[in-house]
């Protein structure tokens, strides 16, 4: 790499991570540790009825007698569960509001300064959003207009109380709590997320999004989110994530289950924006997500799609299970790692149906020192008659003291199934960087091209409110390295 | 003012030297061409004039619009007006035309102070130049130079050289391996583009493209310096009896 390379590299370094603000707020908190009395706390915070409880304790246990998943290609400390707080809520959130008078102005403000206007003069035209800060849920726009069509879109808190059955008999259904520890974790000490439910043949005709900030210190964030598309529905929703800067690290380990019925679309986007640590690795958030779509009738369609540029870990594998004939899954990443950030992430299609299809696009940055692995999963079951797969997997890396790993696992059971795979590693190309300059761009706006460039076929997949947020977001998070 | 001095220049490359006192002037308006043979330092002129960081200065001047070229990096030089359409033009798969050579344009009206242009009168400049050319518009949504023939890679050059309007453009080896019909097009966008604030440095190996185009002066290179200066009659006895005789 050339000088004005490193300069270049160099000078991302010193911009600094936008969202690392804290909002000072009083809130409420258990005993830090984990034992049946802290979520006992939380349900009983919650005022949760006896059948949440019990099925808390029951993952609770589970989680006892399971060992973290060691098998990705990460490395960090081991995580002391004693030493996080479980729930944390500013003061006075016994209940949801009921209106924003009732919110506190600071929290009104951070979401402001996040750029998600939650007052009803200058909500997102077209997006109806829910915050989540720490382990409640602050408000939800645009919620009475959803109601007129049968939508519901509340907090999972709120859902557990007016759609109870909805809730007994999704949660868990398409990631058992026993999955592996994390889900168990989660299971028994979630706190808040998103509750969505499309009825029959109910297109959603705006996007639904939840906004989840972390701010207090210590303190782990256990979202759960559950997406219903009933038969004949679409949908689609983002997630976006931010927290303060901190150079301790902090713990989110989210669920989120999808079920689409016969004909139904999920579309589901993520712009994951939590903070990585600063340049010496020290801090970040540890991002231990499990997220897994169900297509469960014929013709039904799940797709992901993942910005992912925060976090100092991330394990996260986003998966679709094609139950349906004719079922479609898709998933589309980008993942950014820079300075010392480490991104385990890929997805799991297993096909079950007949004709089901799938699609995996994946596109891995790695600047810095950083290590960005690819890792994902084809299985092809033995029912699953003319089930086809195409999966393309691209990395690219920026500098000389970062790694690209490309772990693609297929497994098919039937002679029928067709299932195709593209792989590339390349280096940021100082050819192309001279070609733009010479055109007069600076190296910044250079590689922030030719960057987005490659990220194209993923960006594309965004709901349009967000790809120009997106492609911002990709340039930021070019930040930080030397090269 | 002078337009281009270039001035005792040498310039190495991992320690070998392959300009050695190097001397030319070019003023507005003015089309020169260098002839030589294959390593005697034609491209690596190309490459010092854009500022290509690779190679490095031992000695030497070059003065461009009354500013020592030397002190400006590679995009500063190209917002001052120096345009290279490059003998391989390089792919950048998802980037299209229009925002690049939007960004670009705008980059060297800031430069010099005016104002920028707006996607949409940006995109109306576009097409016109590219009609002008008798560029179809389809390729005008392609990323760039991404899955062309040598021949479209070089259209493209031109095309961003119409729309860029640079004072002061190189082409280093535009030429090669291209067939009759790309080399039409390239020859017509030189010479529709010329004028008396343009002036062109046409760096070639074959005679072929000189003959459409007309240069004011031809010179030939030999081991990183100009050994002989003369007009389009040079380019015939180059044809006729190659580099030896020099």
């Avoid at chain 1, 759960?224 to 150079?247: F, M, N």
């Avoid at chain 1, 029912?383 to 970062?402: E, H, I, M």
């Amino acid at each position: 790499m050339n000088t004005e390379t490193s300069k270049t590299l160099e000078k991302y370094a010193q911009e600094k991570y936008k969202y690392g603000f804290v909002t000072d707020i009083d809130s409420d908190r258990p005993q830090k540790g984990l034992n049946e009395d802290t979520i006992k706390f939380i349900s009983k915070k919650k005022n949760e009825p006896e059948w949440m409880l019990s099925w808390r304790l029951n993952c609770y246990k589970k989680w006892l007698k399971m060992p973290n998943p060691n098998w990705a290609n990460l490395n960090f400390p081991e995580i002391d569960y004693q030493d996080i707080y479980y729930y944390s809520a500013p003061k006075g959130f016994e209940k949801k509001p009921k209106d924003l008078s009732e919110v506190d102005p600071k929290l009104i403000e951070t979401y402001n300064k996040l750029g998600i206007p939650l007052e009803e003069q200058k909500v997102l035209a077209g997006v109806a959003v829910d915050a989540v800060f720490d382990s409640v849920s602050v408000a939800t726009t645009y919620k009475e207009e959803l109601e007129k069509l049968g939508i519901v879109f509340c907090s999972i808190s709120e859902a557990v109380q007016i759609h109870p059955e909805l809730v007994k008999k999704y949660l868990g259904s398409v990631i058992p709590p026993g999955d592996h520890s994390f889900s168990a974790l989660n299971s028994a000490v979630f706190t808040d997320g998103s509750f969505v439910y499309i009825p029959e043949n109910v297109k959603c005709p705006i996007e639904l999004s939840t906004y989840f900030r972390i701010n207090a210190e210590e303190t782990g964030q256990f979202e759960r989110t559950l997406i219903i598309a009933d038969k004949g529905s679409y949908v689609s929703y983002l997630e976006g994530c931010t927290a303060p800067q901190r150079d301790t690290n902090q713990l989110h380990a989210a669920n989120v289950e999808l079920i689409a019925l016969e004909d139904a679309e999920i579309k589901y986007a993520t712009i994951q924006n939590w903070y990585p640590g600063d340049e010496n690795g020290k801090g970040g958030i540890y991002n231990f997500v499990t997220k897994r779509g169900l297509c469960n009738g014929k013709n039904s369609k799940i797709s992901w799609t993942q910005v992912e540029t925060g976090s100092a870990i991330t394990w996260k594998y986003p998966s679709c299970i094609l139950k349906g004939d004719n079922s479609i899954g898709e998933f589309y990443s980008v993942a950014i790692t820079n300075n010392f950030q480490q991104a385990d992430t890929g997805t799991k299609m297993t096909h079950i149906g007949k004709k089901t299809r799938s699609k995996i696009i994946s596109k891995g940055i790695s600047l810095g020192n950083s290590q960005n692995t690819y890792r994902g999963k084809v299985s092809i079951l033995r029912k699953a008659n003319k089930a086809r797969n195409y999966t393309q997997c691209d990395s690219l890396l920026v500098g000389n003291k970062c790694g690209a790993h490309t772990i693609p696992y297929i497994d098919s059971k039937n002679n029928s199934a067709v299932v195709e795979h593209e792989a590339s590693t390349s280096k940021i190309n100082e050819e192309q960087l001279y070609y733009c300059r010479q055109r007069g761009l600076s190296h910044e706006e250079a590689v922030s091209l030719i960057v987005n460039g490659f990220c194209k076929q993923v960006l594309q997949e965004l709901p349009m409110e967000f790809a120009v947020e997106a492609q911002k977001l990709v340039s930021i998070s070019l930040e930080g390295s030397v090269g | 003012m002078i337009f281009l001095n270039i001035n005792n220049l040498s310039v190495s490359i991992e320690g070998k030297k392959i300009l050695n006192d190097f001397n030319l002037t070019i003023n507005q308006g003015e089309i020169h061409a260098i002839m030589g043979p294959n390593g005697s330092g034609k491209s690596t002129l190309a490459n010092v004039l854009a500022g290509n960081e690779d190679y490095e200065v031992d000695s030497g001047k070059i003065m461009y619009k009354d500013k020592d070229l030397l002190d400006l990096n590679i995009e500063e030089r190209a917002q001052r007006g120096i345009f290279i359409a490059f003998q391989y033009p390089v792919e950048i798969p998802g980037v299209k035309i229009t925002p690049f050579l939007q960004a670009s344009i705008n980059s060297k009206l800031k430069n010099e102070n005016k104002p920028e242009l707006d996607r949409l009168s940006f995109a109306k400049l576009l097409r016109k130049k590219a009609e002008d050319l008798g560029i179809n518009s389809e390729m005008l949504k392609r990323s760039i130079n991404t899955g062309f023939s040598g021949g479209e890679k070089k259209k493209y050059e031109i095309l961003q050289m119409s729309v860029l309007n640079p004072e002061f453009t190189i082409f280093d080896e535009t030429d090669s391996g291209l067939d009759v019909d790309a080399l039409r097009i390239v020859t017509e966008g030189i010479n529709n583009f010329k004028n008396n604030n343009n002036s062109f440095l046409i760096i070639t190996h074959y005679q072929k493209l000189l003959n459409y185009i007309n240069p004011d002066h031809v010179h030939i290179m030999r081991n990183g310096k100009i050994v002989k200066s003369g007009d389009i009659s040079l380019a015939g006895e180059i044809e006729e009896s190659g580099y030896q005789n020099f």
